[in-house]
């Protein structure tokens, strides 16, 4: 027997210890304090350690079960085949040693044939389906043993009531991941933003609160999903050979199978697969931590067979994490372009998510109530989809004595003008206006930006050397610019002067809609400003209107009707209108006739999935253009569905409503023969 040294055996213990304690947390308690890949690293390292000295291999070793105990509140399921757990892999080699091992048990020569799916970061959940009919649902618990969540199931739409075929098996069961799609996961998250609610951490603790809710109602309110990936017990049905045929099977019973599940003829082939969504990870509609890789055929399944924890024929394999822990180092104060004044968190610098992230903002005041968060406090950083990085947590039990309050100032950071929080808003502002260098700043890089005026070469940088030299005060001075002055500045040639000068006097020539999103008058973004300019044509009409004539308008309530009045109202606003046309800016009023007859006017449009030839941002720019309103979800309501590559429920649900649907090339076929191409 290998002797055991005592630092070593304290690890393991305390590694035992720390394990079992963030198990409860997660299973149990439902409230994870670390990231899954600190929990993970934490796990291998006893692993390794047990490996070497397996005299340490206790009875209650966290590497010995699979997860935690049910809660009392359900009624417990006994799960006759137990739901198992994966074995990681990190890297390709691990990838690789995984393969090798299957193909030496099965003493295979050839190449193996592999199912590749998603690893969907939700909970996992078993459906008992008899005589074809649903007649219960179970989380997993500890594999052994879950709850009975069967009136909580049946409020996901896409877990079917009854099985699509007329001659179904006696017993069913159907195994899967509930998860919540990242755009229900930031709506529940805004909507409790609003409501003064705790948050959500991430889709996978929302979707685990929303099935642990025993009134069924709060969980059909969440807008969850089922996507189903094996079967458990079966009786009553000869199966197919392989995993992908089971698969097909489901699907066409009614389960909902993920849309990029995908069979490799060897291992090679499950290298490029976790190579090309890594890739796409971020665009996808959920949040997905891996790729499990799964051997297709169902009897050399059955021959691999079983370990402790997880089967010997699958294997995750994990991506970057998208949560990571991290230091609070500091807290500094920024102002926007509205004064408002935003804490935004300096960090240790982390790999998360695909990039290393070293600030976060903290949004508000009552973000860092909320977190009750420290400087010097280590903290959870998440980073998934293109959503900007966010602290989500604060891990208290590594609080240092030295931790420090996070304070408002009372005065601007940058003007010194005293900050103010109005009530019933979240935000606090500098009172300075536009005597503040930074909320100048902000409006003149507004201004320029490619969705306003649209000047070319005037990056952030640049803009904030002209105003820090006090070559420009507000926005018309950029036309006031000479080309000796623009020489001087850092980073600046004859060429880039000129192509700069040359930018800006293009760019007096623009569009209503782009000049009135360039005021940045506050609440109008890019859509409010297209609906202003079409109904009121004219920059005289608008300046005139009444707050009564706003409320008319698409898309404005009784607040920005009066943003927008107050803007007008003041004469520092109307001056600096004033002195920008007679620099030269312009641009066409929009004839009343015109604005009726754009030809997809009252038309709703839904974009889905990714083309190949055209941005988001762009397709739904031209949509616009052409009259339609650009909406998130699909309903009876809807014009017409325009779909790209892995697309899925949106289109799925447009052609059961019967909504007309365009795919990428009839899209653009559209869009030429309006002259928009
Ligand atoms: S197969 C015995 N397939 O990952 C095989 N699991 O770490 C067990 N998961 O508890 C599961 N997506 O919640 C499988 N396509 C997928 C999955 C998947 C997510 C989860 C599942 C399971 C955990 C295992």
């Known amino acids: 027997m290998v002797d055991v040294d005592p630092v070593t055996r304290e690890e393991a213990l305390a590694l035992c210890e720390e394990l079992n304690r963030h198990n409860h947390r997660y299973y149990v308690l439902d409230n994870p304090t670390i990231p899954d890949a600190e929990y993970d690293r934490l796990m291998q390292r006893l692993q390794r350690i047990e490996s070497q000295y397996p005299s340490l291999k206790t009875a209650d070793s966290p590497t010995q079960r699979v997860g935690g105990e049910p809660l009392a509140s359900f009624k417990p399921v006994a799960h006759e085949v137990p739901m198992l757990s994966l074995d990681n892999a990190f890297s390709d080699d691990e990838l690789l040693d995984f393969n090798r091992r299957v193909t030496e048990w099965l003493k295979l020569s050839g190449s193996l044939e592999y199912a590749c799916e998603p690893k969907l970061d939700g909970v996992a959940v078993s459906l008992l389906y008899r005589d074809g009919v649903l007649i219960r649902g179970a989380t997993r618990g500890d594999g052994a043993a879950g709850e009975d969540i069967t009136e909580n199931v049946r409020t996901i739409n896409s877990i079917p009531l009854k099985l699509q075929t007329n001659s179904p098996p006696h017993l069913l069961e159907v195994r899967g991941e509930i998860y919540l799609p990242r755009a229900g996961f930031e709506k529940l998250n805004t909507e409790a933003r609003t409501l003064g609610e705790k948050l959500f951490v991430n889709p996978r603790n929302a979707a685990a609160g929303s099935l642990r809710q025993l009134d069924s109602k709060i969980t059909a309110s969440r ?113 926007g372009r509205t004064g408002a004044v935003t804490p935004v968190a300096r960090l240790e610098p982390v790999f998360v998510g695909g990039v290393t992230v ?210 007008f109202q003041q004469t520092d606003n109307l001056d600096v209108i004033k002195r920008l046309k007679e620099a030269g800016v ?32 762009e397709a739904k720019e031209r949509l616009q253009q052409l009259g339609a309103k650009v909406a998130g979800s699909v309903s009876a309501k809807t014009s017409c569905v325009v779909f790209g590559a892995d697309a899925g429920s949106k289109l799925k649900k447009a052609k059961k409503l019967g909504v007309s649907v365009l795919n990428e090339a009839e899209f653009l076929a559209m869009l030429t023969a309006n002259g928009l191409l």
Request: hydrophobic fraction near 40%.
């Open 358 to 567: 070293s600030n976060a903002t903290l949004h508000n005041q009552d973000e860092v109530a909320r977190l009750g968060i420290k400087v010097g406090d280590t903290v959870i950083v998440r980073r998934a989809g293109d959503v900007i990085p966010q602290i989500v947590s604060v891990v208290l039990e590594k609080r240092p004595v030295n931790a420090r309050d996070i304070v408002f100032p009372d005065h601007c950071p940058i003007c010194h003008s005293p900050v103010e929080r109005v009530e019933g808003e979240v935000v606090t502002r500098c009172s300075g206006g536009l005597i503040c260098s930074a909320q100048r700043k902000e409006a003149i890089k507004h201004y320029a930006s490619r969705k306003a005026m649209d000047i070319e070469g005037l990056g952030d940088k640049l803009v904030e050397q002209l105003v820090d030299q006090e070559l420009v005060h507000s926005v018309e001075d950029l036309y006031r610019l000479q080309i000796e002055q623009l020489e001087g500045l850092e980073r600046m040639g004859k060429k880039s002067a000129q192509n700069l000068l040359a930018s800006l006097d293009t760019s007096k020539e623009t569009t209503f809609p782009h000049f009135l999103y360039a005021l940045g008058i506050r609440e109008v973004g890019e859509a409010t400003a297209r609906s202003l300019a079409q109904h009121f044509g004219s920059l005289a009409l608008l300046c005139s209107s009444t707050r009564e004539d706003l409320l008319e308008v698409t898309d404005v309530g009784p607040i920005v009707a009066h943003f927008i009045h107050e803007f």
């Open 586 to 617: 312009h641009w066409p009023d929009i004839m009343p006739q015109d604005r009726q007859l754009l030809p997809l006017s009252g038309q709703t449009w839904v974009l889905t999935g990714a083309m190949d030839t055209m941005g988001r941002a």
């Open 223 to 335: 807008s969850l999903e089922m996507a189903a990936y094996s079967l458990g017990r079966i009786e009553g049905l000869v199966q197919p050979e392989t995993h992908s045929e089971t698969l097909e099977l489901l699907r066409r019973w009614g389960f909902l199978i993920n849309p990029h599940v995908e069979v490799t003829a060897d291992i090679d082939g499950c290298l490029s697969y976790y190579r090309k969504m890594v890739d796409i990870r971020d665009q996808l509609p959920c949040d997905i931590d891996g790729i499990v890789y799964k051997v297709n055929n169902l009897y050399l399944q059955q021959r691999l067979g079983f370990v402790a924890r997880a089967p010997r024929w699958a294997i995750a394999r994990k991506f970057p994490a998208q949560e990571e822990i991290t230091l609070l180092k500091e807290v500094e104060f920024q102002v």
